[in-house]
């Protein structure tokens, strides 16, 4: 099994920064990518940015320029740096990992982000 723990969301005005972390333990070794998605109340959960093992991203086209995904594997974390936030950026932010073992995707409990305008 694969455990996730996010941190780092919080309450920032419109034109600020967040950076999320989302700390994996467990079979890390089964892991083949992770990412980040969000859920906004009344709409379905999306993805927001996504990073392989080695190292290939992808974003959503409403974060491009704007966020950024990392990894640390000396920690088996991955982070979110996100800037110029948006009001419509605000949602429960939820971490993501893939297990090629069992091909299913396991979650964290999700972080809150809510900007002001």
């Known amino acids: 099994q694969v455990q996730l723990v996010e941190s780092g969301g919080g309450l920032v005005q419109a034109g600020g920064s967040l950076r999320l972390s989302c700390a994996a333990s467990?079979?890390?070794?089964?892991?083949?990518?992770m990412g980040w998605y969000r859920q906004a109340p009344g709409k379905q959960r999306e993805l927001v940015a996504h990073?392989?093992?080695?190292?290939?991203?992808n974003y959503a086209d409403l974060v491009k320029g704007r966020f950024t995904i990392s990894r640390d594997s000396a920690k088996d974390t991955i982070y979110l740096q996100m800037d110029s936030l948006k009001p419509e950026d605000a949602a429960v932010y939820y971490c993501?990992?893939?297990?090629?073992?069992?091909?299913?995707?396991?979650w964290g409990q999700g972080t809150q982000v809510t900007v002001s305008s």
């Open positions: 993501g990992a893939y297990v090629y073992g069992s091909s299913t995707w396991s």
């Open positions: 990073i392989t093992n080695d190292g290939k991203t």
């Open positions: 467990g079979i890390i070794f089964e892991i083949s990518a």
